[in-house]
């Protein structure tokens, strides 16, 4: 037998196989039969253990005719039901969408704060181990229920939703209010042992808050007209009943007006206490985020204000830059604005010393000053010395209540800080022994901060 033949015999088998191997798979996972979500939603459930909402694109919304198309609020589909796991939802809105769904594309998953405050390894575990979850997809714990976080999720700059989530790993390097975190990063956390997790802080901004305080005005109103109508066929007298009708409407319009009062008074313009869902941001897309969920082992405890995540940020290493509000030590009664990149790593050093954790911590800031005030020469040494020290108090103050509020009151290690004393013990016994997170919600530290304003960027005398 030639070699020649044998050639064309192992070519058609290889071409056979090849045929046979590919066709079934391409019938089965073309794109026109599958449902990539983009993000997925955990909500506590009425009627089964959870609420899972999926947010889909039309596949139509990635062809050329549709891209004259300005809102992309058009291609997205929102569908939830309910279910006792997250797979077994899934499955379920299968059989509704009528298309095999995905989770390849998944940008974001959002839990609910009343559903991570009861724990979320369960649904971690199974997210991970699944082969189509990207261990990048970004974490999200929403003050509001995850339904209404995507329901409210509309691109302003972007013309894809999916764009708009890719932003959260770029926000997080210049403004510090939040942190670029994904479901690896907190399983890392969590498994590790050493280390509790955190997420993104996300909610509703002002424009949906105010959204839905009207929906519920409505809907108060609505039933106390159709209370109203029943209770007039039954009387005969309609005096009576214009009185109910006017004294309803009166209801209706005090309500609305102290809901608007309670929404302005929540709003807050100072980062010491700005998180998400409580911001003076107005626009068309409801949904923001600001500030970190925090984590003690599974169950979600707290969250951190924009300036606490700072904090952490800097002692942690990933922040490239921020801009913080401190007061003017050149113009008394006024307040000035700095961006500041931190110099180098923090330095952090942790002992035991009689039976307690003492834990020293050194940062080393470079400032630029960004508000100038007339009259005042910015290249003197003297100036920026004192813009320096006010610096250094407000970040010491800072920082110390963000110490004091997440190793005393959350009682949650978000910092790794008990992970730096375990070369301290010669066997794991002895750590076991110590009860090392007991103590750490004791931890004494000391920290160190200094404040480099080198430049005015451009002008240095006004």
């Keep these: 037998m030639s070699k020649n033949f044998v050639s064309i015999i192992v070519f058609v088998l290889l071409l056979c196989i090849f045929i046979g191997a ?75 969408i009528g298309k095999e769904v995905n989770l390849s594309h998944c940008s974001v998953i959002i839990f609910s704060e009343e559903f991570a ?25 929403s003050k509001c229920s995850a339904y209404e976080y995507l329901n409210n999720v509309q691109p302003n700059l972007e013309k894809l939703t999916t764009k708009y989530f890719d932003t959260f790993a770029i926000t997080s390097k210049f403004t510090g209010y939040i942190s670029n975190i994904s479901i690896g990063y907190f399983y890392n956390d969590f498994c590790s042992k050493s280390c509790d997790p955190t997420a ?16 519920s005005d409505e809907n108060s109103s609505s039933k106390q007209e159709s209370s109203s109508e029943s209770s007039s ?78 904090c952490h940020l800097l002692i942690i290493d990933k922040l490239d830059s921020c801009i913080i509000s401190v007061d003017n030590p050149l113009v008394e009664g006024k307040k000035m604005e700095l961006q500041l990149f931190p110099k180098r790593k923090a330095k952090v050093i942790a002992s035991i ?23 005042i020469d910015y290249s003197k040494s003297e100036n920026l010395d004192k813009i320096s020290i006010s610096a250094e108090e407000y970040l010491k103050k800072e920082m110390d209540a963000y110490l004091k509020k997440v190793t005393k009151e959350y009682e949650a290690d978000i910092d790794s800080i008990c992970a730096r004393v375990f070369s301290l013990f010669a066997t794991i016994s002895d750590l076991e022994e110590f009860n090392l997170r007991e103590k750490y919600k004791d931890t004494e530290y000391d920290v160190n901060i200094n404040v480099n304003v080198i430049s005015t960027l451009l002008l240095t005398k006004t």
């Design 353 to 375: 010393k009689d039976n307690r954790l003492h834990v020293s911590i050194d940062l080393n800031i470079d400032a630029d000053v960004m508000t100038l005030e007339d009259d």
């Design 233 to 310: 066929g039954s009387d005969s007298n309609s005096n009576n009943s214009n009185d109910s009708n006017s004294n309803n409407s009166n209801s209706s319009n005090s309500n609305s007006s102290n809901n608007t009062s309670e929404q302005q008074e929540n709003v807050s313009t100072e980062p010491e206490t700005l998180t998400a869902e409580n911001s003076s941001v107005i626009g068309k897309r409801g949904n923001e985020n600001i500030g970190i969920a925090v984590f003690n082992g599974d169950k979600y405890c707290g969250e951190l204000t924009a300036v606490e995540t700072i």
């Design 200 to 215: 993104i802080l996300g909610g509703l901004n002002y424009t949906a808050r105010s959204k839905e305080s009207e929906k």
């Design 22 to 96: 590919f066709s079934k798979s391409y019938s089965s996972h073309n794109i026109s039969n599958l449902a990539y979500v983009l993000a997925l939603g955990i909500d506590v459930g009425e009627n089964a253990k959870m609420k899972i909402s999926a947010q889909f694109t039309k596949t139509a919304a990635f062809s050329s005719s549709s891209g004259s198309s300005s809102d992309d609020s058009e291609n997205i589909v929102l569908v939830s039901c309910e279910a006792d796991s997250i797979f077994s939802g899934i499955n379920l809105l299968n059989t509704y």
């Design 117 to 141: 405050r009861n724990g979320i390894s369960t649904e971690i575990y199974s997210l991970v181990n699944s082969e189509e979850i990207r261990p990048s997809t970004n974490l999200v714990v």
